[in-house]
């Protein structure tokens, strides 16, 4: 089992750090003192693989290094990994003042630079665990779950999973959608008697539609266009890419389309499922 506790000075991402990993698929926990992670890990270690727990100053006992002692009392199965996110003083003061809120640590005879240098003499010593400390003074909130993706997971987990989806327009676009495609211009099988009750996952349609050029450019062009920015997206720290492609009912030329560009995926090995949404509505 993995424990990852994310620390560090308040300011300096945290709350980014959580969210980033929890859209990773790790289990979360945001403020937990520090005494209660050794139950926590009791009760989660049946039901997940992966813990995080986000802790602030207010969270971590009178002497730190009772820390050293807590994290002994977890099981020998438990891997942890302390992640310390450092800022510069100046911009956390910045951050703060843009922000509005207020400094954990801030009294009313305490000012927010006095809160930030307090914290940083408490944290200190918190240095000697850390597996890894992030410097977020330059780094936006994109950056800063990129660079967190890429030092937790490996290759394959890093990949983009795509989901292909076929939707019909009278119905609506899709809202997870992140691409739509719109390929209401191209032949339209309903027209043929003989084949508007099927549809694009029934060879008569399938043999209607490849038999048309203009069918098969926007395929090959469509394809071309989104594994051009396949890298790029994997870049900007997404984990998921919806692409649907929508015809005016969702039962011929979307399902042909979504169908050709899973395929077209699929053989370059990339991560992709599909699915028809007015398809499954049938049923």
Same mark, same amino acid.
């Given at each position: 089992?993995?424990? $990852? ?25 945001? #403020? ?9 890990? %009791? ?12 802790? %602030?100053? =207010? ?9 050293? #002692? ?15 996110? %450092?800022? #510069? ?13 207020? @400094?954990? &640590? ?5 000012? &927010? ?24 003074? @330059? ?9 967190? =993706?890429?030092?937790?997971? %490996?290759?394959?987990?890093?990949? &983009?999973? $795509? $989901? ?22 191209? /032949?339209? /099988? ?44 994997? @870049? ?7 692409? *649907? ?7 011929? =030329?979307?399902?042909?389309? *979504? ?11 990339? #991560?992709?499922?599909? =699915? ?8």
């Amino acid at each position: 089992m993995e424990l $990852i506790i994310i620390s560090g000075r308040s300011g300096s991402g945290k709350s980014v750090a959580l969210r980033a990993l929890e859209d990773m698929g790790y289990y979360c926990v945001d #403020n937990l003192p520090l005494s209660l992670i050794p139950s926590l890990v %009791d009760i989660l270690s049946k039901t997940n693989d992966s813990i995080v727990v986000s802790l %602030d100053i =207010r969270n971590y006992p009178n002497y730190i290094k009772k820390f050293d #002692n807590l994290l002994s009392e977890l099981p020998n199965y438990v891997n942890t990994r302390f992640i310390f996110l %450092d800022c #510069n003083p100046n911009i956390l003061i910045q951050r703060y003042s843009d922000s509005r809120r207020l @400094h954990p &640590l801030s009294k009313e005879n305490l000012s &927010l630079e006095g809160a930030i240098t307090l914290e940083t003499k408490l944290l200190t010593p918190l240095y000697q665990y850390a597996n890894n400390i992030i410097d977020t003074t @330059h780094l936006s909130t994109h950056e800063l779950a990129a660079k967190l =993706r890429n030092l937790l997971t %490996d290759s394959e987990n890093k990949e &983009l999973h $795509i $989901i292909v989806e076929s939707f019909g327009f009278k119905y609506g676009i899709p809202p997870d959608a992140d691409y739509v495609f719109d390929v209401r211009f191209l /032949p339209n /099988p309903y027209w043929d008697i003989n084949l508007r009750s099927m549809t694009g996952l029934e060879k008569p349609v399938q043999d209607f539609l490849s038999n048309h050029q203009l069918v098969e450019q926007f395929i090959q062009k469509t394809s071309d266009y989104l594994e051009m920015w396949l890298t790029e997206l994997e @870049h900007n720290n997404r984990s998921y890419l919806t692409i *649907a492609i929508g015809c005016t009912g969702g039962k011929h =030329r979307s399902v042909f389309v *979504a169908e050709q560009l899973f395929e077209y995926f699929k053989q370059k090995n990339h #991560n992709v499922k599909i =699915r028809h949404r007015q398809l499954e509505k049938e049923f």
